[in-house]
């Protein structure tokens, strides 16, 4: 006569779909393609203050390329905080939508640029 103990867990059978669904791949490579448009946008809009000597303006430049892919990790890092946003779907979607707003004030200040010259 052998006694299951009542305190261990449930030995259900978990499944996981480890493939991701293509509704995540496509995100996933707009997410990439908005990253892109947004560096090449953000290359206009640098201006170098004429007071920075040439090694602190490269360094001015790379500062403000990384901040298209930096500021859309720190949302995605900050929407961790909420329980919902703790799997891969989410995160890509936060990131996806974070690169959009990015991309909407890239081109205001693009605009603002063309009419000011």
Do not use: C, H
Request: aromatic fraction near 10%; charge should be positive; glycine fraction near 6%.
């Amino acid at each position: 006569m052998s006694q299951d103990n009542i305190y261990s867990a449930p030995q259900a059978e978990v499944t996981r779909n480890s493939e991701p669904k293509k509704r995540s791949k496509l995100l996933i490579a707009f997410s990439i393609l908005l990253v892109v448009i947004n560096g090449f946008l953000t290359v206009p809009l640098i201006r170098i203050p004429e007071a920075l000597p040439q090694a602190s303006a490269q360094g001015y430049v790379i500062g403000q390329l990384s901040s298209v892919i930096l500021i859309p990790f720190l949302i995605v890092g900050l929407f961790q905080i909420g329980k919902g946003f703790r799997n891969p779907a989410s995160r890509v979607k936060v990131f996806f939508w974070a690169s959009v707003v990015i991309l909407l004030s890239k081109f205001g200040n693009l605009l603002t640029l063309l009419q000011s010259q």
